[in-house]
């Protein structure tokens, strides 16, 4: 499968899918943290170009966010445009769509067909994501883990191993990214 991983600097659900054979891009502003097959500017440069299987896009939520909503009156363009980006990617001409994004915002556009939680997938935290689903069917849980430490929520601002607290906080849960690639495309091998 040809999988463009929009949005993400990280490369962790890119190389879950590249593990499995598929041929695995993944696209941001940002360089991409570790070596891959990378895209860096914008996505929607390449969401035309290259007839993609399936596109796991994870748009910034800094103006989306309900943890952001107090400050949403101030920042109406900024927010405009987040969601004008949500949907243009929503909206791409690609069969199967997965859009991650916190509870926030995009929830009034239609509810997300899925909410999962790092601890269902093998991490002992929680942070509630919404995913937005195309042609995919929901993912199941791989592995059930006790506890519930919302570690993402308190973690102290400012520059650590190199990334901003917003890079840290995006990056996919690797228990996340390995049941995208392994349920929604399965061994290219």
């Not at 390995?178 to 091998?189: F, K, L």
Request: with cysteine.
């Amino acid at each position: 499968m040809k999988v463009l991983v929009a949005c993400e600097f990280s490369g962790v659900v890119r190389d879950a899918f590249a593990r499995l054979g598929h041929f695995a891009v993944s696209c941001d502003i940002l360089p991409s943290a570790v070596k891959g097959k990378h895209y860096q500017g914008d996505v929607m440069d390449i969401i035309d170009h290259h007839d993609w299987d399936l596109m796991i896009a994870h748009p910034p939520c800094t103006f989306l966010a309900v943890s952001g909503a107090r400050w949403w009156s101030d920042r109406k363009p900024e927010q405009e445009a987040a969601e004008r980006f949500f949907l243009a990617l929503a909206e791409a001409p690609i069969d199967r769509i997965c859009i991650e994004n916190p509870i926030g915002k995009m929830s009034g556009w239609r509810k997300p067909d899925q909410i999962v939680q790092p601890w269902q997938f093998g991490h002992g935290e929680t942070k509630a994501t919404c995913l937005w689903l195309k042609n995919l069917s929901k993912l199941e849980p791989t592995e059930v883990v006790e506890g519930r430490i919302p570690r993402i929520h308190h973690e102290s601002p400012g520059i650590k191993n190199g990334m901003t607290r917003q890079q840290r906080r995006s990056i996919t849960y690797q228990g996340i990214a390995d049941a995208m690639a392994e349920q929604w495309g399965g061994n290219a091998g």
